[in-house]
């Protein structure tokens, strides 16, 4: 089987309206490269024309089309490690497929590999995004800095590139929830980013609702770190003696003064002390539920993804 240098790898999930703009783009921007290369796009169950798209594209240029068709949807992420199984290329690099990080920047991504770097990742130049979204994604890279080792500027720019080495490593990997982007950088040997272009995105909308993005960054905290329950046990010391002492320093002023307003107040207060407590007991039972809920989806072993079907030169 002949192994090309580069393979492209773009999730699709309701993509009608853009795909034909991406296809314009995308092909002549490889063809430019001058070195063998293969697109994988991977039908994340959408629900629209875009697989009907996919295939019509395939039909047109089959020589370095491939096509992996999902029954259902799975996720962003699943469908980048369906491509990252079938992927051939000696670099392989992501894509979404929206035209918000432009195909043409796939050349300065493999210029940075040929350096010897084995994982390339990429900074959202003049990013285009709502002020909200850019808060925070900001307000997430700070976070996760503090409380794992991965050290990424612009986590949630998808346009990425990945030695054959390194692709093969996370094929290794089986857990049901992760993130890619994250899980390459823990075991790069030799990592770097450079900065690349950013557009509006010119057709459809955005896939990542507001909880999809909180989902999306608990799985991130969670999966590479258990930080969080550790300050989430020193906080509950450093509570609870606070605690002790609001309530000790009540039951002294309750003593010193005298009459029904000072109890009454006295009560007040506990109540208030107790409304915080319960939920910070809560916020701490979801802390390890999110936890538990790992082990339990890891241990029940069921498919990651289930691939409907597979259009590809090599099995016409």
């Not at 940075?112 to 285009?128: A, F, P």
């Not at 993130?179 to 690349?196: K, Q």
């Not at 002790?244 to 208030?272: C, M, N, P, Q």
Request: charged share 20%; glycine share 6%; proline share 3%.
């Amino acid at each position: 089987m002949k192994t090309p240098e580069l393979s492209v790898i773009i999730p699709v999930y309701n993509e009608e309206e853009g795909l034909s703009g991406l296809f314009a783009r995308l092909y002549p921007a490889l063809d430019a490269l001058h070195t063998s290369y293969e697109i994988i796009f991977v039908n994340d169950g959408s629900l629209d024309r875009s697989a009907a798209l996919l295939k019509q594209q395939f039909d047109a240029r089959s020589d370095v089309t491939r096509v992996v068709l999902f029954n259902g949807n799975y996720g962003q992420h699943m469908a980048i490690m369906a491509g990252f199984e079938r992927a051939r290329g000696e670099v392989v690099v992501t894509l979404d497929a929206d035209l918000q990080n432009p195909p043409e920047e796939i050349a300065n991504l493999l210029a940075k590999m040929r350096e010897g770097y084995d994982y390339v990742g990429t900074i959202r130049r003049q990013r285009k995004d709502s002020f909200f979204r850019r808060y925070a994604s900001r307000a997430m890279n700070h976070l996760r800095e503090r409380i794992t080792h991965v050290r990424m500027t612009d986590q949630g720019c998808m346009l990425r590139a990945y030695h054959r080495n390194l692709v093969h490593t996370i094929n290794q990997c089986k857990e049901v929830n992760t993130f890619i982007p994250a899980l390459a950088y823990s075991f790069s040997s030799r990592p770097t980013e450079i900065e690349v272009a950013h557009d509006e995105r010119h057709a459809g909308t955005s896939k990542y609702s507001l909880y999809k993005l909180v989902r999306l960054n608990f799985d991130l905290v969670t999966g590479f770190s258990v930080m969080p329950l550790q300050l989430f046990s020193l906080l509950g010391i450093v509570v609870s003696l606070g605690s002790l002492a609001f309530f000790l320093t009540v039951l002294v002023k309750r003593w010193l003064e005298s009459g029904l307003l000072a109890g009454l107040h006295g009560l007040y207060d506990r109540d208030i002390l107790q409304f915080f407590l319960i939920g910070l007991a809560l916020f701490g039972i979801g802390l390890l539920g999110e936890y538990i809920g790992r082990i339990y989806e890891q241990v029940r072993a069921r498919p990651r993804y289930i691939v409907q079907a597979v259009l590809e030169a090599d099995s016409q």
